[in-house]
């Protein structure tokens, strides 16, 4: 059994320096002196054979004897020994932290977190670690951050480590795993090792090529938190306020929900979440007025995890669907004025329309130039498409649609009629339409006849024919398919429905155009950002629960709030064993991963404690013979 | 009213007091040992004096003088009446005033102590010298045989100039002690007994002189109890000689178990010629000694 060896065996050379240190310590060891009356007796007392002794001899002289102890205890702190811990060490060895939200939960009231926990044991290992060996710390929550290369630097290793912040977003293990495979290319290694609480998929797409040594640390205590938080549109106009609260597997008890509009409590309801059970909750919100949601769970036991029990909700106002339809598009304007909320553009008393519009539906080229988030084309092949699409005149007729496209919900096809023949062009097919970004929605005989592109500017559908030379208008399907559009509008209007915004990305900010911003975040550090040429600022980092304020010269513009809705990450569940790629599993680690200990930090106390004695025996006043 | 003026000190060496008890003392050796000229100490052997000692058989010779008529006349048997002799007992001082006994008051103690037996002697009517030993090789200081309380003063002098220097080794100061002296008596050695000579022969010397030997050790707190705590250089005081030592218990306990050895090789050496000896401290005050650890040891009564 190896108990231990050292780590610089060759600085024994310094014992060398025993044979001076004996021989300076003679030269140079001055005595007090002190006039006795006689030294009768003490001449007796040093002739006897005991005092002679070679033990004895070396007794009187124990200023040397403390002085080769000194000695002797720094060239074996020199040496650097350590008592071995693990059952052997890695020359370099990439380190993962998760930091994801569920490391911040905590394991009992007024306990350590888990990554607090992860940031011990790695300390210890960054302690013991041996001079011939390297660490990389890799933390990573969503995405995959490298802290330090590979290096023994122990100073800049603890640095690194303390820089390690939880953020409430999930963890993505897949990514980390890909950059430590990348750096495994440019320096070798064998082993990995990784910490966590095993919050993650336990299936991985990954080819796993090095060994992985999970170190699963200890479940957290119970936690409940804000799983779900999402308002729709009612009929009346006002908003249905949508909250779901779960809990981990151990988690039961009692809370209050408190629902807040723009700081102040409208609503608030106790509940009771049973282990194992979500429980669910509607509360009503006015929508006459754009207003911030904010939604607080108060548990009254013990709750481990602090972040899932806010959420941030931004209702839009109540306002009409501002739809641009062309006059000659008469069909489209006869099914939109069944619809509620609409405002049609241009009115049937003016030509006027100019502004922005929530939808633009036309079968003119130019008019999809207007501003929208939400656009219909009709009868002609948008440019981008001209490549991969021709317009036939044959005539043609539905094959196929998908029924679950929101758009087609409860619009029956089969049997419609179609004059134009929309036709992949020669050579191209769906595969370099789905390239383009477009997805077919209804598949004619030769091509498509609905296509579909969604994007950051919104959503566009191409009806690749006109409806007026089909018989779609004459079909119960075609209001529905008219006001499936407007759904989608409202959606993308955000008029519809609201989501809860959650942590990691912002969602896009509307601003003035080009203004420069800053964003302040929870943690009240800030970052610049700039609004592009539409006065949207998107790509907002938000790693922290809570609110975003985006100031402009210091003032406050806007508040936006952004809360962990991760029931993976509320649940606080760990995997105990990780499936990667070609059925291969790592089972969480049987033992804690144990450092050496490295002994030279106490040999070099007990040498200054040494040192502290020889000092004291060197000063202390002589004593007797007055 | 007449103001009583104190009684001025007859010698720096003892009080008046204590002169005033020694005046009621008296030396009490261990054997009998006097001169055989006329003194006051009853000697073994018959002698001339008025006090009836015992009867004898009458040998051919004897004087007829001291024949017992009366029972010759009973008994018709001629007993010969003995009488005590009164013989001169000789005190012998002899004060080691080397340099080492000037550390700790050791020689301030020894002068008294010397001074009292010389005091003792002289109002007992005995033969009283002193000597004291200083330099190697060197004749000792010497206050010739005087007697009576008329020499008193003489005695105080010589001692209260006694000084301590020197490194006369004490056996040697005996032997040139024994040039100078005759008759016996009792032989009072006060000194630290530390030398490297051979005290044996010494003690020898002084009992087939005819003197009893009364040994009195005086050393320092120091010497009983020293206080070594560290690696020290000792210098002898009288050589100049040095010895490195380091602070160790085990040195300590050594140096106690030869110190004591001494003790016991002094007092047997006395007690094998029928004298006394007694180690004090010089932190001792002289009167305890006198009248507290002498008295009660039997040295005086």
């Given at each position: ?319 009409p669907l501002r739809v641009f339809v062309?006059?000659?598009l008469?069909?489209y304007r006869?099914?939109l004025?069944?619809i509620?909320g609409i405002q049609s553009f ?7 329309a100019?502004?922005a519009f929530d939808l633009v539906m036309s079968?003119?080229?130019?008019d999809m130039?207007l501003v929208a988030r939400t656009k219909l084309s ?29 758009v ?50 919104g959503v566009r559908f ?20 008219v006001a499936n559009v407007v759904q989608a509008a409202l959606e993308q209007a955000?008029l519809a ?130 | ?301």
């Open positions: 059994m190896n108990w231990g060896g050292f780590q610089a065996l060759s600085h024994l050379w310094l014992l060398s320096l025993l044979a001076p240190l004996a021989l300076f310590y003679f030269l140079k060891l001055k005595r007090p002196r002190a006039e006795i009356p006689s030294l009768v007796l003490w001449r007796q007392v040093l002739q006897d054979h005991r005092v002679n002794s070679p033990f004895q001899k070396f007794k009187r002289n124990l200023l040397l004897l403390l002085q080769i102890l000194l000695l002797l205890f720094l060239v074996f702190a020199a040496t650097q020994p350590f008592w071995r811990g693990g059952p052997g060490k890695q020359r370099r060895l990439p380190v993962l932290v998760d930091c994801s939200a569920s490391m911040d939960a905590l394991d009992k009231p007024g306990g350590v977190s888990r990554l607090a926990e992860a940031k011990r044991r790695v300390r210890e290992m960054i302690d013991g670690l041996a001079s011939d060996q390297e660490l990389c710390l890799i933390s990573f929550d969503n995405t995959p951050r490298k802290l330090t290369g590979f290096t023994n630097d122990k100073r800049l290793l603890r640095d690194a480590l303390d820089q390690i912040q939880v953020a409430d977003v999930p963890s993505d293990l897949e990514e980390a795993l890909r950059l430590v495979q990348a750096l495994g290319r440019s320096e070798p290694f064998d082993e990995v090792l990784l910490f966590s609480d095993g919050n993650f998929p336990p299936r991985v797409n990954f080819d796993l090529s090095f060994k992985l040594n999970y170190q699963r640390l200890s479940p957290a205590g119970p936690n409940l938190g804000i799983t779900a938080l999402s308002a729709q549109r009612a009929v009346t106009g006002a908003w249905d306020v949508f909250v779901q609260i779960e809990g981990s597997a151990d988690a039961e008890g009692n809370a209050s929900v408190e629902l807040f509009e723009d700081g102040n409590s409208i609503a608030s309801e106790r509940i009771t979440v049973a282990r194992g059970r979500a429980q669910r909750m509607v509360f009503q919100v006015k929508g006459d007025h754009a207003s911030s949601l904010r939604v607080q769970l108060t548990p009254d036991g013990f709750d481990s995890l602090a972040a899932d029990n806010m959420a941030y909700l931004d209702l839009p106002g109540s306002r062309p006059k000659s008469v069909t006869r099914a004025q069944g509620r241009p009115q049937e008393t003016s030509d006027e100019s502004g079968d003119r080229p130019q130039d009709v009868g002609f092949i948008p440019p981008e498409l001209e490549r991969f699409v021709e317009l036939g005149t044959n005539g043609s007729s539905v094959v196929d649609w998908r029924r679950d496209a929101p087609l919900q409860h619009v029956q096809l089969a049997d419609l009629m179609v004059l134009d023949q929309p036709r992949f062009a020669a050579g191209e097919g769906e595969g370099d339409l789905e390239n383009a970004g477009y997805e077919a929605l209804i598949y004619g005989q030769r091509g498509p006849l609905l296509v579909r592109k969604q994007d950051s500017d191409a009806l690749l024919f006109h409806t007026d030379r089909s018989t779609l208008p004459y079909r119960v399907g075609f209001p529905i398919f955000g429905e609201a989501l809860a915004n959650r942590t990691g990305v912002l969602p896009p900010l509307t601003l003035a155009p080009g203004g420069r911003y800053q964003i302040q975040t929870p943690e009240q550090t800030t970052e610049p950002v700039t609004a592009d040429d539409h006065g949207i600022v998107s790509g907002v980092a938000a790693p922290r629960a809570g609110f975003y304020s985006v100031l402009e010269n210091g003032v406050t513009r806007r508040r936006v709030g952004a809360g962990l809705l991760s029931p993976s990450e509320t649940s606080l569940a760990g995997v105990a064993q990780i499936e990667f790629n070609e059925q291969l599993q790592v089972a969480e680690a049987s033992a804690v991963m144990k450092t050496d200990w490295p002994l030279w930090p106490t040999l070099l106390m007990v040498a200054l404690v040494v040192m502290l004695a020889e000092w004291w025996f060197f000063q202390k006043k002589p004593g007797g013979w007055k | 009213m007449e103001l009583l003026t104190p009684r001025p000190q007859m010698t720096t060496l003892l009080t008046n007091s204590v002169l005033d008890r020694l005046q009621r003392l008296r030396i009490r050796p261990a054997g009998k040992r006097t001169s055989r000229s006329r003194g006051e100490h009853l000697s073994g052997k018959g002698g001339t004096s008025t006090e009836f000692c015992d009867y004898r058989d009458y040998s051919p010779g004897d004087d007829t003088r001291f024949v017992d008529w009366n029972i010759f006349a009973r008994l018709h048997r001629p007993y010969l009446k003995q009488f005590h002799k009164e013989e001169e007992r000789h005190v012998v001082l002899l004060i080691d005033a080397s340099a080492s006994m000037k550390f700790e008051g050791k020689l301030d103690l020894a002068k008294p102590l010397a001074a009292a037996f010389g005091v003792m002697g002289l109002l007992n009517n005995e033969r009283v010298s002193a000597y004291t030993s200083h330099q190697a090789g060197g004749a000792p200081d010497r206050m010739p045989p005087c007697r009576g309380r008329a020499s008193l003063r003489t005695l105080f002098q010589f001692i209260e100039s006694v000084e301590g220097r020197g490194d006369a080794p004490l056996d040697r100061a005996v032997e040139l002690l024994l040039r100078h002296h005759s008759g016996r008596g009792v032989c009072v050695i006060v000194s630290d007994f530390l030398t490297f000579g051979d005290l044996k022969r010494s003690f020898n010397m002084l009992f087939a002189a005819g003197l009893e030997p009364m040994g009195i050790q005086i050393l320092s707190p120091q010497e009983i109890e020293p206080d070594v705590t560290s690696d020290l250089r000792l210098v002898d005081s009288e050589t100049q000689e040095t010895l490195d030592v380091s602070s160790s218990a085990d040195l300590l306990n050594l140096y106690q178990e030869y110190r004591q050895g001494l003790e016991n090789d002094l007092a047997l050496l006395c007690r094998r010629r029928q004298g006394r000896f007694l180690p004090v401290s010089s932190a001792t005050p002289v009167e305890s000694v006198l009248f507290d650890q002498l008295r009660r040891q039997g040295w005086i009564e």
